[in-house]
């Protein structure tokens, strides 16, 4: 990192967590006062985190912290040290946008706080040939040889692989599966695998060295990786780096990493008659695996190397310390004045706690009570004809893209009135839920596409006559590039029905005043004011073609109406009334804007 230099903390080996926040904090001080520094780095939230918050606090050190985070494991004691460490922190780098997501979900942290710097794999990573050393000690000659490489523990989710994998060498006995790595799983797994009869089968390589982890990457025809939760899933992109296939979880950060059909597939780690079928694919098509592994270390190459996670690091500590100095210093700033008695923090945190977690509570009980199969929020199962406001802009003749269709609520609803339509997504649990709604409802004229909406998209020029992107934007980085994709495909003049966040209703000045987190969303990257918006829209090529319109009214008690929705739609309808007619008296309190927008000439 140029124009940086670190001073690493003395620490040895086997020192605990309990005894690091006690015993490092006077070391910091020591490093603070010679050689000194600018920034405080905290490599572990548990670890370091507590010790550094300590030190500044109790040698008022003049410098802001950054913590880094890979992933949340479940451990009862993360919302009193990682919780606490990361609101107390200035930033917070993770390698994944899951990461982020789940931190923010589980630990209520702000999603601010945090700085996607994904991962990197070194270049040396790289196609070879098969390795004869490796051939000849496990005996794979003519065999397709797949692989899992990491350590052997509950979360990968490998009785379930060698179960996936009796079912694949029954169709494929030439087939063969390396597992490669040690974990207190080994013993247990090779017990299953003798019960199994699948010792010819599966290969149990135990611990691997650093230095012999290519030879097993080229040692491979194509990775198996079911893993149930990764906060990055390094395995997996030095497996792409290699140029192989894979067959992945579809849980974690892994979606981020794999394109799915494009580098390999994505799967439900709890199906595993998916989970055999991509993998017997992927081993009796030698074409379709060069195909795949090719695009992985093309993927790879562009967005997983060190040297671009070093370059977003460094931007991340250079605009903390621009912050830090440009700001008031802690430990505290003051309280404004505009709190008024009738709205002390504690009670704005209070309601502000209940409003964010009834979303999810009525998003629950709407399946808990029987009102739908899927987990879906009731204001897509009441009447309400401003939600579907974007549906009397269409014509039967229009070829319409829905970006980021999440579960197809919209994409359905449209397909019913237009020509054909195409619906976008990165999540693939949110698009099965989608196309069962197709199916159910027997829908021929919707196609459904996982793809990651911040790359390019993958339709020609001119595709389609309009572009829904409804309450997507907000979720997106970067923004304008994704605009500039739709410029692209609209058909002009193009119509674009766009909907985001209004960041400043009185709610939300309130609770910003308060000092708490006033996304209506921790996974927001951005929410605007009117103003802002139409820039963003214009900086992508777009202006409207109408008035900005309102939403419905922003509530404090949102989420208690959302909750009564999971019990009673009927109610939850009156109630979604009200805030639509206060929202038509008071558009500047709308939760957000809607506007159809036309392509710029």
Known sequence: MPNWTVHRLPIGRGLRWPVAALLLPPYIRRLSERPGFDLLRAHSLRFIGPAALMARRRYRLDVPIVAHHHHLDADWLNPFIEGPVMRGVERVVVGSEFAARQAA?????????????????????????????????????????????????????????????????????????????????????RRRAAAQGQEREVVFTGYVPEAEKIAYYNLADLLLFPSSMEGFGLTVAEAMSCGLPVVVSDRGSLPELVVDGEGGFLVDPSDRDAFVRRALLLCGDPMLRRKLGTANAERVDRFFRWDHCAAATARAYEEVLHEWRASPRRPARRRSASVSAAWRRPLIAAVD?????????????????????????????????????????LVPSD????????????????ARRVRSVVGVDYDVGQLRVAAATTRALGLRNVRLLAWDLTRSFPFPD???????????????????????????VLRPPGRLLVSGPNRDTS???????????????PDHKIEYTREEFLAELAAGGFEPAGPV????????????IDAVGGLSLGLYARLSRWKRAAALRRPAESTGFRVVARVVP
């Not at 893209?401 to 609803?413: E, I, K, P």
């Not at 595709?463 to 934007?473: G, K, N």
């Not at 319109?549 to 208690?560: L, R």
């Open 105 to 189: 979900e589980q630990l209520g942290v702000p999603r601010d706080k945090f700085t996607v710097a994904p991962y990197g794999v070194d270049r040396r990573f790289r196609r070879g040939p098969r390795p004869a050393p490796l051939v000849a000690r496990w005996g794979l000659d003519d065999a397709v040889v797949a692989l899992f490489l990491g350590g052997l523990k509950s979360r990968k989710n490998l009785f379930f692989l060698l179960d996936a994998w009796r079912d694949v060498t029954r169709a494929r006995p030439d087939a063969r599966l390396v597992i490669a790595g040690s974990g207190p799983l080994l013993e247990p797994l």
């Open 462 to 488: 001119a595709s389609f006559d309009v572009v829904l992107f409804l309450d997507v934007i907000e979720h997106l980085h970067p923004r304008v590039h994704v605009l500039t994709e739709i410029r692209r």
């Open 399 to 414: 070829v319409l893209l829905d970006v980021g269709c999440a579960n197809g609520a919209h994409t359905v609803r449209a």
């Open 353 to 393: 706690a209940v409003n964010r977690r009834g979303k999810g509570v009525g998003v629950r009980l709407v399946k808990y009570t029987g009102k739908s199969r899927h987990f879906i929020h009731p204001k897509h199962l009441v009447e309400a004809p401003w939600h579907d406001w974007y549906v009397e802009h």
């Open 549 to 560: 319109m309102p939403v419905v009214y922003d509530t404090p008690w949102a989420g208690m």
């Open 507 to 521: 709610w939300r000045r309130r609770l910003r005043e308060a000092g708490l987190f006033a996304f209506s969303d």
